[in-house]
């Protein structure tokens, strides 16, 4: 009887600790939403780590990720900090991108675009690393902002060589944007700077079309 009485207390009071846990992160959220609602940045970040490093899963609905990320993308631009202040922002926020990618999977494509352009732009990371994040972001999703797609075909012609395919995908790239976007004139006259002459050019573009003999587009570009 002893033992029941032990067993029913120790259920009774586990539930309870959970009742209360609910409750105080509830309360905590509740803290951030306002402060995120009145522009009460510096407040917000707070109570927005102790649920993003807690359980952000029962928060999503109410755009956790977005707003944090608003957050710290404010900080990041609008707040005076020191340099050494702006680096461990700046490593804090790729942290932020790889929790916000484990819990809303649905938005890969977003926070991975954003946290290339983190690496290339604030943190000036290796391009190496920083092609393959803006490559899978797009591989995601299609329809990738072509903001973050010229990111991606500057960082080709920048890193472009003997060694690798980075003119011919460029090419690529600046092809299909000036396909899809061609009231912008723009990326033409990327695809006309990535070769130095018409001879470069056309040799660009043969190697582009044996590279995929399928694609009869290639051929004639």
Do not use: C
């Not at 600790?17 to 803290?31: E, T, Y």
């Not at 608003?70 to 680096?87: G, Q, R």
């Not at 932020?96 to 290339?116: G, L, M, Q, T, W």
């Not at 299609?142 to 960082?155: A, E």
């Amino acid at each position: 009887m002893k033992r029941k009485f032990l067993a029913i207390a120790f259920i009774i009071g586990f539930s309870s600790n959970l009742v209360i846990k609910a409750q105080s992160d509830q309360a905590i959220f509740s803290l951030f939403y306002e402060s995120h609602k009145n522009k009460d940045f510096v407040t917000a970040i707070d109570y927005g780590w102790k649920i993003v490093n807690n359980d952000p899963a029962p928060w999503l609905r109410f755009k956790l990720f977005p707003k944090m990320e608003e957050i710290l993308w404010y900080m990041h631009d609008s707040m005076k900090v020191s340099e050494s202040e702006l680096k461990s922002l700046n490593d804090t926020i790729l942290y932020f991108y790889d929790r916000a990618i484990k819990f809303e999977p649905k938005n890969e494509s977003h926070y991975i675009v954003r946290k290339a352009y983190v690496k290339e732009v604030w943190r000036k990371d290796n391009p190496e690393d920083v092609i393959k994040l803006y490559e899978k972001a797009i591989e995601l999703d299609p329809n990738t902002d072509n903001f973050y797609k010229d990111r991606l075909g500057m960082l080709y012609i920048a890193n472009a060589n003997e060694s690798n395919d980075y003119k011919l995908k460029a090419l690529d790239l600046y092809s299909k944007l000036a396909e899809s976007d061609a009231e912008n004139p723009i990326w033409n006259q990327k695809l006309e700077g990535i070769a130095e002459d018409i001879t470069e050019l056309v040799n660009i573009t043969k190697k582009s079309w044996e590279f995929d003999k399928e694609n009869l587009e290639k051929a004639w570009k």
